[in-house]
């Protein structure tokens, strides 16, 4: 029995292998996998083996010219399709992707809590000039919208912040990757009264 194991084992320790189990891994996973995940499953000597077998991966790729790319995204690795065959996609899906789906307002919402969270409901309101609670139910609903803790403000309300799925559907490594993000824009990031406590019932 353990002789058997050895052999299964044997083939994730050479470096010409190890890429290949990255992309098995990559093709299998449900969401984006980081480096040191990848290392724990593969057995790899550490994240630098990794990010080797990462690199031919991705010379491999190109060298075939594959329709299939490896992209950072919400802080890991995903196997995606090159935007160069997006036509083809849309066609055969049909149907527009949740984020074409947002109506107006649940966008503008999405866009002043990923710039600003944390960020109360109240913020919100008072920046777009509307109530909006059931836009950020439904984007709570659809995983784009997350609750972080509460504010210190009086009466401790929910601050509100993005999803991995956010930095995900739209093709983001981080939040440092939103335009505009770190170039000094006036009106970015929290106010000092929304720094998150603990979220208790």
């Known amino acids: 029995m353990d002789s058997s194991n050895d052999g299964s ?17 990559l093709w ?3 969401e984006p996998l980081n480096l040191k995940k990848i290392a724990a499953v593969t057995g790899a000597a550490g ?13 491999r790729f190109a060298a075939r010219r594959s329709a299939i790319e490896l992209t950072e995204v919400a802080g890991g ?11 083809w996609l849309q066609r ?28 109360v409901r109240a913020e919100i ?5 509307v109530g909006c609670g059931d836009v950020l139910r439904q984007l709570l609903e659809v995983d784009l919208l997350r609750i972080v803790g509460r504010s210190e403000e009086l009466g401790r309300p929910l601050l ?7 930095l995900e559907l739209y093709g983001l490594g981080s939040l440092d990757d939103l335009p505009g993000r770190g170039e ?5 990031g929290p106010t000092t009264q929304n720094e998150p406590t603990a979220c208790t019932a």
């Open 125 to 129: 309101e008072a920046i777009r000039g």
């Open 47 to 59: 994240v630098a083996e990794v990010r080797e077998a990462v690199a031919k991966l991705r010379s």
């Open 77 to 87: 690795l995903r196997l995606t399709t090159r935007p160069a065959y997006a036509p």
């Open 92 to 119: 055969l899906f049909e149907g527009p992707s949740t984020a074409t789906r947002l109506s107006g307002a649940a966008a503008e919402t999405l866009a002043i809590v990923a710039y600003r969270q944390p960020v």
């Open 9 to 25: 084992n044997e083939a994730l320790d050479t470096p010409g292998d190890l890429a290949g189990a990255v992309e098995a891994l």
């Open 160 to 166: 509100y912040g993005t999803t991995g799925r956010f």
């Open 28 to 30: 299998a996973a449900q």
């Open 184 to 188: 000094g824009s006036r009106g970015v």
